[in-house]
């Protein structure tokens, strides 16, 4: 899994409360079980007509917002199925980070599992930045997770909390696997002194 440690880039607006996993990647796209080639699919049902043609009028269409790296949504986010093909998706698309006023539970511990950082704040506070993202690509922001601030293109900084074991896991790039990896050494030691102390099992 990529480090997060410091992300600056665009930040797309998408002032939708209940977006929910079905709009992040319809139930159609789930066949698959690779992470990679998702990002196409990311609000498959927004972003494109009928006839697989654009909607110029989805944000992540617009010029303007096409490498966004944040994205600034409404509350309840990730609701829905438990489908882990949803931050698969985004992340595919390259966004790294989702701040919101709240998020559905197995989403927001998806992310993380994935390398998503989703940062939660109070509505007004969500508000400064949606205001921030409308301003289009040439409006930075950046989300330093040691510090645990995301700083406007204006420069105002709003300070976010995440939980310690999940920095740390994000900080180093750190997935399930890679937990349990980090523990090889005593693994293998226990795997040894059990093959002289029981060498039947």
């Not at 510090?147 to 310690?164: H, R, W």
């Not at 900080?171 to 050494?185: A, C, H, M, P, S």
């Amino acid at each position: 899994m990529d480090k997060f440690e410091k992300l600056t880039g665009i930040a797309a607006p998408l002032p939708l409360v209940n977006v929910d996993t079905d709009m992040i990647i319809p139930k159609q796209f789930l066949k698959t079980i690779k992470r990679e080639g998702l990002g196409v699919n990311l609000f498959d049902e927004m972003r494109y007509d009928d006839n697989g043609n654009e909607n110029p009028d989805f944000v992540l269409n617009k010029p303007a917002y096409r490498d966004a790296e944040i994205l600034i949504g409404g509350d309840n986010f990730g609701c829905g199925s438990s489908r882990e093909h949803a931050p698969w998706a985004i992340k595919d698309f390259g966004i790294r980070c989702i701040v919101a006023p709240s998020f559905a539970d197995i989403f927001f511990n998806n992310c993380f599992k994935n390398g998503i950082l989703p940062v939660v704040l109070p509505q007004e506070q969500v508000d400064i930045l949606m205001k921030d993202a409308e301003k289009g690509a040439n409006a930075r922001m950046t989300v330093d997770l040691e510090n645990q601030v995301i700083t406007t293109s204006d420069g105002e900084e709003i300070a976010f909390d995440v939980d310690p074991f999940r920095k740390h896991c994000l900080l180093e790039g750190l997935d399930d696997i890679g937990l349990t990896l980090e523990k090889v050494t005593a693994i293998d030691g226990f795997e040894g002194k059990m093959a002289q102390e029981r060498p039947w099992v």
